[in-house]
């Protein structure tokens, strides 16, 4: 879907920071000034959001996972909205440290929650005290609460999407020193070289957060739906000389009748 100039506009997609909190590196990307406040070329931002959504649109048709990442207050909900309706993994709590140079230590947590959970299935939970219970569910709770949207995510993800890099420089350290894609919405007072694809934008206004994440996800979903097309597809070839037989079979009976 191609991105209109104008609805970003309207999201206030185009606002940046003071400008003497400006990065020089986002020169390229800086329209102009306007009382004190620097202003986000918007032709620019919206071939941005193409790019990156054309290449995050193959990585997800290639069955991949995209790690999503937010944890200011006005982005949380939005991309635990926007990333749980693509069945994608999101932290919108506070990053663990080693969340990918330490993966296994992570998912050795989410293990812990799985056997919590078999623990109350099958009746363990119940044999233990009053004061033990508590315990286990306070841990259960806390493991929930900032490891919850990723405890389907079995492997590394193939890249992160983040909204303001500046807050969420240890997800971007750790995600440089594995090679994994970068994709994130960049403001003006944020150094753009640090990320791969580069959305510049207005990171702080939740309007904008939101248009940025709407056509992000759409992207993603669209290579969802393509590859559930490439699954289907040997399936109906399969299904294809049954239904022919079957169809045969018909024209043979009416011929006797």
Do not use: C
């Amino acid at each position: 879907m191609a991105v209109e100039v104008k609805e970003l506009l309207e999201a206030g997609v185009h606002f940046g920071h003071l400008t003497r909190k400006w990065d020089p590196n986002m020169a390229p990307y800086v329209y102009m000034e306007r009382n004190g406040i620097h202003i986000i070329n918007l032709y620019k931002t919206a071939a941005k959001i193409e790019e990156a959504g054309e290449a995050l649109s193959k990585i997800a048709a290639s069955g991949r996972k995209i790690l999503f990442v937010a944890t200011k207050k006005q982005a949380k909900d939005i991309v635990a909205e926007k990333a749980a309706s693509i069945n994608m993994p999101f932290i919108t709590e506070r990053w663990p440290g080693g969340m990918l140079t330490n993966f296994i230590t992570i998912r050795k947590a989410v293990k812990k929650m799985a056997t919590i959970d078999r623990m109350k299935k099958d009746g363990t939970f119940n044999s233990l005290s009053k004061k033990e219970r508590l315990q286990v569910d306070r841990q259960r709770a806390k493991l929930e609460k900032n490891l919850g949207s990723i405890t389907d995510m079995t492997r590394l993800p193939a890249a992160l999407f983040i909204v303001d890099i500046k807050r969420e420089h240890i997800a971007i350290a750790e995600a440089q020193k594995l090679n994994i894609p970068i994709f994130a919405m960049v403001d003006t007072n944020s150094d753009p070289r640090q990320v791969d694809y580069v959305i510049p934008s207005n990171d702080d206004a939740s309007k904008s957060i939101d248009k940025v994440l709407t056509h992000v996800t759409n992207a993603i979903s669209g290579g969802l739906a393509e590859r559930q097309t490439e699954k289907d597809a040997p399936k109906a070839e399969k299904d294809a000389p049954k239904e022919k037989k079957a169809a045969k079979k018909e024209v043979v009976k009416d011929e006797e009748e």
